[in-house]
Nanobody, 122 residues
Framework: QVQLVESGGGLVQAGGSLRLSCAAS????????MRWYRQIPGKQRELVAEIITGGNTNYADSVRGRFAISADNANNTVYLEMNSLKPEDTAVYYCNGLITTGVAGLITDSYWGQGTQVTVSS
């Protein structure tokens, strides 16, 4: 089993920055890709950024140029650097990983963190 634990959310003024972290822990696992989503109450969860094997990254149009996703593979941690924050970035941010576990019988599954609140005041 793999656990994803997010940290780094909080309250920030518009124009400010935050860095979110998502640490994966477990035994015998391999991360295929990691994504950050966000969700506002009453709305669907929105894909914000992803990083896939090899380091390729993709971003939602709404955050491209302001947010940056990166990975520390040695420590199984993914970061989301958020700059020039806007009030509309306010949401609960979730990390999601497509992770393969096991040694002999490999299983690939999607794992979610518990979410971290980001609030941007105007």
């Amino acid at each position: 089993q793999v656990q994803l634990v997010e940290s780094g959310g909080g309250l920030v003024q518009a124009g400010g920055s935050l860095r979110l972290s998502c640490a994966a822990s477990g035994i015998n696992f391999k991360i295929n890709h990691m994504r950050w989503y966000r969700q506002i109450p009453g709305k669907q969860r929105e894909l914000v950024a992803e990083i896939i094997t090899g380091g390729n990254t993709n971003y939602a149009d709404s955050v491209r140029g302001r947010f940056a996703i990166s990975a520390d593979n040695a420590n199984n941690t993914v970061y989301l650097e958020m700059n020039s924050l806007k009030p509309e970035d306010t949401a609960v941010y979730y990390c999601n990983g497509l992770i393969t576990t096991g040694v002999a019988g490999l299983i690939t599954d999607s794992y979610w963190g518990q979410g971290t609140q980001v609030t941007v005041s105007s």
